[in-house]
């Protein structure tokens, strides 16, 4: 059974440049065999800085909220990409 890889991406900006490497991510992992997966916060619609899933009670959250959590429980490995702000990652 390949191993499910969820690759996390988080910018919000118009001009980012770490979606070149996530996507990357995605297709090298899956070149070895894994189910790879990009979950790219802004393409989906992600809530920035609102509650944290596991605050809405049970079948209140969003839907993709929601539909991640699924994503996450079933997933073997995580990768995330981050952007740098002030050669850090971001506080969100």
Not at 11 to 16: A, G, N, V
Not at 19 to 25: E, N
Not at 48 to 72: F, H, N, T
């Amino acid at each position: 059974m390949a191993d499910r890889i969820l690759v996390f991406y988080g910018s919000y900006r118009s001009d980012r440049q770490g979606i070149r490497l996530a996507d990357w991510l995605v297709r090298a992992f899956a070149a070895r065999g894994a189910e790879a997966e990009l979950i790219d916060a802004k393409a989906i619609g992600l809530p920035m800085l609102d509650r944290m899933y596991k605050e809405y009670p049970a079948g209140e959250a969003p839907a993709a909220l929601e539909q991640l959590a699924g994503k996450i429980r079933a997933a073997d490995a995580f990768v995330f990409v981050l952007p740098e702000y002030n050669y850090a990652p971001p506080s969100a």
